[in-house]
């Protein structure tokens, strides 16, 4: 299926969750906020949410600094 990610087109296998995507772009152990066609997905739900054909995503994850 074909997805953007941060404004990138992106192709993945059919029924991709958001835990599943995440490991796959390193940010498994991150604390991210990820936004699924302009809604925040809580991270309770990252692994039973299944990504679709067309969706939008957004990742955006914390930098330190100060």
Known sequence: MDITLNGEPRQLA?????TALLEAEG????RVAVE?????????RHGEHRLADGDSIEIV????GG
């Not at 059919?14 to 958001?18: E, H, K, L, Q, R």
């Not at 940010?27 to 991150?30: F, P, Q, S, V, Y």
């Not at 699924?36 to 309770?44: E, K």
């Not at 994850?61 to 330190?64: C, I, R, S």
């Open 14 to 18: 059919a029924s991709t969750t958001i």
């Open 27 to 30: 940010l498994a152990e991150r």
């Open 36 to 44: 699924v066609n302009g809604s925040i997905v809580p991270r309770s």
């Open 61 to 64: 994850h914390a930098l330190g």
